[in-house]
């Protein structure tokens, strides 16, 4: 008999079975995550433009032909109506936007106060980190929600890529299969048709889902942590001069700011010098400084600080963390859309000299490849194609999700939830999951959930359908 006449339908063997029942437990678990990320995510890539439209009032001055009020001024504004400390500052970006100042109130919280730079009169005040943007973005991670759903997202993501995988090889055409390809058969009333919308947008998107849940990686409370400590554990990350050529605090990047880049947000903050206790020889610290070292207790101040990092060139719509106690420093960080103007600043409070300086190119390796990743990730580089193109891939998550839906419940038989059926080979579905193992070790938080839905899979559906069929 002829080899054709002997092979079997690509859809009956075990392998196949194996596979498209890991694929319909990946779906089946993270289809709907998927559908609220690539919404959430959709918005989120036009947060300044939202944010812009929602808090116009607060975000908008009229530009006046005067220079703008000294900062100290507007600050003595804010205090003066408000009455509270402020701890960052983020100055205009251009001339026709308001003043940023976010201020400690008594009550343990912080709020965004908003500041006409001409005029010194405050325009109003929100929670800071109270935009509706930022509410999405929690939202999308489900940051919001608290740390154990963010550990879902987390799953997700990584199931996300094993769903890929698994999509890639059930769609892969057999020997003269004429289409469902890269064409659609039929018409939406058939099956058949949803099932080729699925596959066929699945597989022109698969590689940028993969791209999407593995940048989106970084941010995870998991893998981000201890893939954001290997890379700075080495010059791979930021350079590794940052951590012994000047004293540090204990104090990390993210908390001086709450939201910077994923490369530095662990970096610690540099202690200032020249003045307070760290220049008196007092500490371990000091003892390590030039002899020439000027130390003074005179503080430079907000307005000589600001002219300090305009002359060293950084971005506009940088923000600004004040000085925090008497070793404390300005510190400037500004992550706009062009990755070759990405920055952290250090400045001593007291002498003004500058302590760090770094830019993208300062990054090992590992760190810029990484900030490039987010940069395209969060449809910033490459400007609006970027946002265009990220657009029309959410869209596409959602429709190749929904027909996923629609394909399964035409599918599954009357009263069942349609698990797809065992393979004959039992063994098959062994191999197929050690083969997806290799994602479980990389995402150690997906390779435990993976190990929950095989148990579950062998307790109450794969171990009653044999113990029916040996009866």
Request: glycine content about 10%; aromatic content about 12%; proline content about 7%.
């Amino acid at each position: 008999m002829p080899a054709r006449a002997k092979a079997a339908p690509k859809g009956t063997s075990s392998i196949y079975r194996a596979v498209w029942r890991w694929h319909f437990y990946a779906g089946l678990l993270i289809l709907p995550f998927m559908i609220m990320m690539a919404i959430t995510g959709a918005a989120y890539i036009y947060r300044d433009e939202i944010d812009d439209w929602v808090y116009s009032d607060l975000k908008f001055v009229t530009e006046m032909d005067v220079p703008p009020l000294p900062m100290s001024t507007q600050i003595d504004a804010v205090r003066y109506f408000v009455g509270d400390t402020p701890v960052k500052i983020i100055p205009p970006a251009s001339p026709d936007r308001s003043t940023e100042i976010v201020i400690a109130t008594s009550g343990g919280d912080k709020r965004a106060v908003y500041v006409d730079p001409y005029t010194g009169l405050v325009l109003g005040s929100m929670p800071d980190r109270g935009t509706v943007m930022w509410l999405i973005r929690r939202i999308h991670s489900l940051a919001e929600f608290g740390t154990i759903p963010n550990y879902i997202i987390e799953i997700a993501s990584g199931w996300s890529i094993l769903l890929v995988a698994t999509g890639m090889y059930l769609w892969w055409p057999q020997a003269n299969q004429k289409g469902g390809v890269v064409t659609l058969r039929d018409t939406p009333k058939r099956r058949r048709w949803w099932r080729d919308a699925h596959a066929v947008t699945g597989i022109f998107i698969g590689l940028f889902i993969v791209f999407m849940a593995g940048t989106g990686m970084f941010w995870s409370v998991f893998w981000g942590k201890y893939a954001n400590e290997f890379a700075n554990g080495t010059p791979n990350g930021y350079p590794s001069g940052v951590r012994v050529d000047v004293p540090l605090s204990t104090v990390p990047m993210i908390e001086a700011f709450g939201d910077t880049g994923w490369t530095t947000e662990n970096m610690p903050v540099p202690l200032s010098v020249d003045g307070g206790p760290l220049a008196t020889g007092t500490t371990a610290a000091a003892s390590t400084l030039p002899q020439t070292q000027t130390q003074t207790q005179t503080r430079i101040g907000i307005d000589t600080a600001i002219a300090r990092f305009t002359e060293l060139g950084i971005a506009p719509g940088y923000a600004i963390s004040l000085p925090k106690g008497e070793t404390g420093v300005y510190s400037a960080s500004v992550y706009p859309n062009d990755l070759d103007q990405q920055r952290v600043i250090h400045l001593d409070q007291y002498s003004g000299r500058t302590l760090i300086n770094m830019g993208y190119h300062d990054y090992g390796i590992f760190g810029r490849i990484m900030e490039l990743g987010i940069n395209i990730h969060m449809g910033q580089e490459f400007g609006v194609l970027n946002q265009i193109f990220l657009l029309v891939i959410c869209a596409l998550i959602v429709f190749m999700s929904v027909s996923a839906g629609v394909m399964w419940w035409k599918r599954r038989p009357a009263g069942s939830i349609g698990i797809p059926p065992l393979p004959r080979n039992a063994r098959s579905m062994t191999i197929v999951a050690a083969i997806l193992a290799i994602g479980g070790i990389i995402y150690p938080t997906v390779g435990a959930s993976m190990i929950v839905i095989w148990l579950l899979d062998w307790l109450f559906v794969a171990r009653p359908a044999r113990a029916m069929r040996t009866a």
